[in-house]
């Protein structure tokens, strides 16, 4: 199983809603990645968990809110979103024994 | 800082090489990375680098790092038209730290 699954693929939300989306992959990896991505960009780093704790946080606003249950899942809880934040949000894991970095499909979010 | 940089456009016929470009400032970058993204899908892992070797082959990719010029290519042989997507080259430091990523060079393959 090389995979990290995201869901929901396809999410779409009010400003006023709370939703959560969801990563999780088997492979044992214990770096965990949050980023998002706007079209034809590249995509841009939020989060990092290393060994299920936050590590990296890069200037994310306090609506988007991680979470690393345990090792194998990574939440990212959604709340007062903007329309602005809508967008592909990718998640990612790696093995730090070979240095292969494996991204999800991708939730792409729309904020009306 | 840390830059990483990509050309934004390349076009080849269909069964010719293509050869995509990548410079990248951070010495300390531990792996590089390509990663191919067709459009509305997420990002595929084609190949990556440890920043020891100079070169890697799998199937039509080779890989190419210049460690010293800090230039790291992707050679895509017999190109075809499903190889038509953004790649994205990336390096990172080390597990747990940023993934830092060009900005993308659209291949179009003309048939």
């Known amino acids: 199983d090389t995979e990290v699954t995201q869901t929901p693929k396809h999410l779409v939300m009010g400003m006023t809603n709370k939703k959560s989306l969801k990563c999780e992959q088997h492979m044992g990896h214990r770096a965990m990645y949050w980023y998002k991505q706007k079209a034809k960009k590249p995509p841009e780093l939020m989060f990092v968990?290393?060994?299920?704790?936050?590590?990296i946080n890069e200037s994310v606003p306090s609506r988007f809110s991680p979470e690393c249950p345990n090792s194998s899942l990574l939440n990212l809880h959604l709340h007062a979103l903007q329309p602005e934040d809508s967008a592909l949000y990718l998640c990612?894991?790696?093995?730090?024994?070979?240095?292969?970095?494996?991204f999800g499909e991708g939730s792409r979010l729309t904020v009306l | 800082g840390e830059d990483v940089e990509q050309s934004l456009f390349l076009s080849v016929r269909e069964g010719d090489s293509s050869v995509i470009n990548c410079t990248y400032t951070?010495?300390?970058?531990?792996?590089l990375y390509w990663y191919k993204q067709e459009p509305g899908a997420g990002l595929q892992l084609l190949t990556y680098?440890?920043?020891?070797?100079d070169m890697k082959q799998d199937q039509r990719l080779t890989v190419l790092l210049n460690k010293k010029d800090k230039h790291l290519s992707l050679r895509i042989a017999d190109t075809q038209t499903g190889d038509s997507a953004i790649y994205f080259c990336a390096e990172i430091k080390n597990a747990g730290n940023m993934l830092t990523f060009g900005g993308g060079t659209r291949l179009m393959v003309k048939p």
């Open positions: 680098i440890f920043s020891n070797m």
């Open positions: 951070d010495s300390s970058s531990t792996y």
């Open positions: 968990y290393s060994y299920e704790k936050l590590s």
């Open positions: 990612a894991s790696t093995d730090e024994a070979t240095g292969e970095l494996f």
